[in-house]
């Protein structure tokens, strides 16, 4: 049945694009929540900037991350049902998250997703463990690296800028906010686009339009990293403006120093880990990051139960797409194949609609208000 296959494989490559565009609009709060909550740009000039490098980091990294996503399920067990459950545990919980304003892990998600429904299928043993608790381990680096390298870099600067008046402080570090502001999008674009890329090239591998490298590496199709990279940048320009208001102003109020401070941080974070090819969340790392930042006025700055309650839903993000995934794998293994793939894809599709509809972007305060 060559044709049904690849109007399946056509149909779940559709979907993980559809996931790498909620992974876009799910963290498009984590590009711009500082640059936005310093007034440095409003909304919406902010996640154009913010999406034009979440597309051009095709250009600058190399598809380590895609190789390690891509692995981290046994590559002779993954199939189109493993792959579309996979997406739709990940997809539910963006969704969730997104409603409950939490600034969770996309990508996380969808490791979680890969994971319950590739051990629905064949138990524990097709988990690829060392890329699987890499990955979980780096749910608690990289946000300790983000407040770390922001602490440092704030106490820098403020000590550099002593002598320097708060308005001409303020002024410098609005101009840089766009430079660190593009830096971490390109972090952003270059580390979550890749793990759809790695998802996608896994599903091509197992459908046999694709064939494991030589040293045992995944082939990353250029179609599929500019697909990947197009789609996140397209999700970050519609925006998560419930989460935009968690991360910028929740959390701990910013001045300009301090976003350059924890996006550069962040950014800094970003790039180690895609360099290394660790999958990590970027909700993590500017979390961890914004912090650190607000943390070096003083640590009641700081609003410690937010912070708490984003840490909680970090935690829970694994095994909870994990169990969606693995729900849905079973209704597609034991049920009507064709009635639950549309089924369920006929739920994300109005989930990712609905989400879309009820966004509202946050008006842009005056010049001079006081930050809440």
């Keep these: 049945m060559p044709d049904a296959t690849l ?21 498009a709060a984590n590009s711009i929540a500082t640059v936005v909550s310093t007034r440095v740009l409003n909304p919406r000039l902010a996640v154009v900037w913010a999406a034009f490098f979440n597309f051009i980091a095709f250009a600058v990294f190399r598809t380590h991350v895609a190789n390690t996503v891509g692995k981290i ?14 997406l739709v545990g990940a997809i539910a919980w963006n969704l969730t998250t997104w409603w409950l304003a939490l600034p969770t892990s996309s990508s996380h998600a969808l490791i979680g997703g890969m994971v319950g429904a590739g051990m629905a299928k064949a138990g524990w043993s097709v988990v690829n463990s060392a890329s699987f608790e890499k990955t979980v381990i780096f749910i608690f680096v990289s946000p300790l690296l983000g407040m770390v390298f922001a602490f440092v870099l704030m106490v820098a600067l403020l000590w550099l800028f002593r002598r320097s008046t708060p308005r001409k402080v303020d002024h410098l570090f609005r101009r840089l906010q766009l430079a660190s502001a593009a830096a971490f999008s390109l972090g952003h674009g270059g580390n979550d686009a890749q793990k759809t890329m790695g998802i996608i090239s896994a599903l091509l591998v197992g459908a046999g339009y694709l064939h494991i490298q030589p040293g045992g590496n995944l082939p990353v199709p250029f179609w599929v990293i500019l697909s990947a990279n197009g789609a996140i940048a397209l999700g970050t320009l519609s925006g998560g403006w419930r989460i935009v208001k968690t991360l910028g102003q929740k959390i701990t109020a910013l001045k300009p120093i301090g976003g ?42 700081v609003r410690w139960g937010v912070a708490g309650r984003i840490v909680w839903a970090w935690v829970i993000t694994i095994p909870a797409a994990g169990i969606i995934a693995a729900v849905t794998y079973w209704l597609v293994a034991h049920v009507n194949h064709g009635l639950v793939l549309t089924l369920l894809a006929v739920l994300v599709l109005a989930g990712t609609a609905y989400a879309l509809g009820r966004r509202r972007p946050r008006p842009r305060p005056p010049v001079g208000a006081e930050q809440s």
């Design 7 to 27: 109007a399946s494989v056509i149909a779940i490559v559709f979907l993980a694009l559809i996931f790498d565009f909620s992974n876009g609009f799910h963290d």
């Design 73 to 86: 399920i046994d590559p002779q067990v993954v199939s189109e049902a493993v792959v579309f459950a996979g």
């Design 260 to 301: 350059f401070s924890a996006e550069t941080a962040a950014a800094s974070s970003l790039y180690l880990a895609t360099f290394l090819g660790i999958p990590v969340s970027t909700t993590h790392t500017i979390t961890g990051a914004i912090v650190g930042a607000g943390s070096t006025r003083r640590l009641s700055a």
